[in-house]
């Protein structure tokens, strides 16, 4: 079982940049896709973006396309997630998890982080 803990969440102005990383504190992250899921307060968790094992097929959500970028440095056994020009509706808890297939539904990832906090605030 993967022990996966983010890190990198703060706050952060309008039309500014975080990059959140999600590492293993056990298991080998190599083995598993990777997904980035966000719930904002009242609302439902939604996927952000994902990335398969080798990191040779990424998905981003389409309100984050083109602002956020999914990553993976195997040998450091870390996943990222660079988002920039932040919008104050990207203000949520940001949770990695890990499966066995790329996917954007959460049913299909078996561990999960406990959240890193971001808000985009002026």
């Known amino acids: 079982q993967l022990q996966l803990v983010e890190s990198g969440g703060g706050l952060v102005q309008p039309g500014g940049s975080l990059r959140l990383s999600c590492a293993a504190s056990?298991?080998?992250?190599?083995?598993?896709?990777i997904g980035w899921f966000r719930q904002a307060p009242g609302k439902e968790r939604e996927a952000v973006s994902c990335?398969?094992?080798?990191?040779?097929?990424?998905y981003a959500a389409d309100s984050v396309k083109g602002r956020f970028a999914i990553s993976r440095d195997n040998a450091k056994n870390t996943v990222y997630l660079q988002m920039n020009n932040l919008k104050p509706e990207d203000t949520a808890v940001y949770y990695c998890?890990?499966?066995?297939?790329?996917?954007?539904?959460?049913?299909?990832?078996?561990?999960w982080g406990q959240g890193t906090q971001v808000t985009v605030s002026s």
């Open positions: 990335i398969s094992s080798n990191g040779g097929a990424t």
């Open positions: 056990t298991g080998t992250l190599a083995y598993y896709a």
């Open positions: 998890a890990a499966g066995w297939t790329v996917s954007y539904f959460q049913a299909e990832y078996h561990d």
